[in-house]
């Protein structure tokens, strides 16, 4: 399994949940993001981490709420989601590319999707 993503579970609106992505040493992780989608909508972008600088960028819909890290011994990627709302329900993806992906958003490599349900 090249990304293996966790995480994801039913939490009220107001709470948190922390998802995590591992990724295999053998693909190429020069940029790791996070995207959603919620059903019936498209697939979105929530935020992304360049691996070597730590620099992030996020949707708007997120900030102020979520936070993107690594841990490089683990070569893991987090969310941490506080303040969920209805709005937040999806299944969320995680995704590492190389530096194309970090200005195009077109990853190269995706996770299996993880189920986050907030209920109000």
């Known amino acids: 399994v090249q990304l293996q993503a966790s995480g994801g579970g039913l939490v009220q609106a107001g709470g948190s949940l922390r998802l995590s992505c591992a990724a295999s040493r053998t693909i190429s992780t020069y940029v790791m993001g996070w995207f959603r989608q919620a059903p019936g909508k498209e697939r979105e972008f929530v935020a992304r981490i360049i691996w070597s600088d730590g620099s992030i960028d996020y949707a708007d819909s997120v900030k102020g709420r979520f936070s993107i890290s690594r841990d490089n011994v683990k070569n893991t990627v987090y969310l941490q989601m506080n303040n969920l709302n209805d709005e937040d329900t999806a299944v969320y993806y995680c995704?590492?590319?190389?530096?194309?992906?970090?200005?195009?958003?077109?990853?190269?490599?995706w996770g299996q999707g993880t189920l986050v349900t907030v209920s109000s």
């Open positions: 995704a590492a590319g190389g530096p194309v992906a970090a200005l195009s958003r077109r990853y190269d490599y």
